[in-house]
């Protein structure tokens, strides 16, 4: 258990930290599983929609050090891949 009073401030901080981190893990996780729900119904204007409100997510989370910004990247460039091939006509 922490003795000093910065020790003890900085367990009350970095549990408030985590708490935010978690809700904006969360709130990224449910972007990122809508659009691969609509990409996986088959809809491509959903998928669209969706993959639009999950990118400025993504890089938020990437701003804010919840995500490492490759990994942000990387996501966004898997999900953009993945409705622009739902999206083009099968030939």
């Given at each position: 258990?922490?003795?000093?009073?910065?020790?003890?401030k900085?367990?009350?901080?970095?549990?408030?930290?985590?708490e935010?981190?978690?809700?904006?893990?969360?709130?990224?996780?449910?972007?990122?599983?809508?659009?691969?729900?609509?990409?996986a119904?088959?809809?491509?204007?959903?998928?669209k929609?969706?993959?639009?409100?999950?990118?400025?997510?993504?890089?938020?989370?990437?701003t804010?050090?919840?995500?490492?910004?490759?990994?942000?990247?990387?996501?966004?460039?898997?999900?953009a891949?993945?409705?622009?091939?739902?999206?083009?006509?099968t030939?």
């Amino acid at each position: 258990m922490a003795n000093t009073s910065s020790a003890k401030k900085a367990t009350r901080k970095i549990a408030r930290r985590t708490e935010v981190n978690k809700a904006r893990r969360s709130r990224v996780r449910t972007f990122v599983r809508q659009v691969e729900e609509a990409i996986a119904s088959g809809d491509a204007t959903l998928a669209k929609e969706a993959f639009l409100a999950a990118q400025p997510e993504l890089a938020r989370a990437a701003t804010k050090g919840v995500l490492h910004a490759n990994t942000a990247s990387r996501k966004v460039s898997r999900l953009a891949k993945r409705v622009k091939a739902l999206s083009a006509p099968t030939a």
